[in-house]
């Protein structure tokens, strides 16, 4: 519980009061029973409601990992998103900073947006990104919603070029109607 406590701690010295959710059916029952998704309301600060799991980091590995996923508006959805991720890394499926994962629909109705990015927290930096705690360390990465074509892309040329294209096009993470950052012609490796 004292690794609940801090994890908590740190995500309110970083965005502030939250509500916490806990699913009771499905993929939850293999979870801990202090596993929670945390939402945060939009803020000065950011113009963002996020959702960020608080306990992946009970399983028994050495280094924890918790995620967060930022979105324009609330969507619960959300929830069981990440509880269902949860218990994919929990239960022997290690995730990690470069990892994709399916959401098994799109990130809002309409959206392309149906894969997951796990990458650094670059609108928080690294004071967000880890907490040592005597029991272990944990590593906060954000979910970035991606398209099919970006996890295509990432796979033959690497998540350093995937984030290149990011930073030299117009790619709004918040908006989950956005195009593809990926030409429909892909160059030479």
């Not at 994709?100 to 109705?109: A, D, Q, R, S």
């Not at 590593?139 to 070029?161: C, N």
């Amino acid at each position: 519980m004292d690794l609940i406590n801090n994890i908590k701690e740190h995500y309110y010295n970083h965005w502030n009061e939250f509500y916490e959710f806990k699913m009771n059916s499905g993929s939850i029952s293999k979870l801990t029973a202090d596993f929670r998704v945390l939402k945060f309301r939009p803020t000065e600060k950011r113009n963002a409601w996020t959702y960020a799991t608080c306990g992946m980091s009970e399983d028994n590995n050495k280094q924890g990992l918790e995620l967060f996923i930022l979105a324009p508006t609330e969507n619960d959805f959300l929830i069981e998103l990440l509880t269902a991720i949860s218990h994919y890394h929990m239960t022997g499926n290690t995730l990690g900073s470069g990892h994709t994962v399916n959401f098994g629909y799109p990130w809002y109705i309409g959206s392309k947006c149906e894969y997951g990015l796990i990458s650094l927290p670059y609108l928080d930096g690294p004071d967000l990104e880890w907490l040592r705690t005597d029991s272990k360390d944990v590593r906060f990465l954000w979910l970035i919603p991606i398209t099919k074509d970006e996890v295509q892309y990432k796979k033959i040329y690497g998540i350093e070029s995937l984030e290149s294209l990011f930073e030299n096009s117009s790619f709004n993470y918040m908006d989950p109607f956005r195009e593809s950052v990926i030409s429909d012609s892909l160059p030479s490796k």
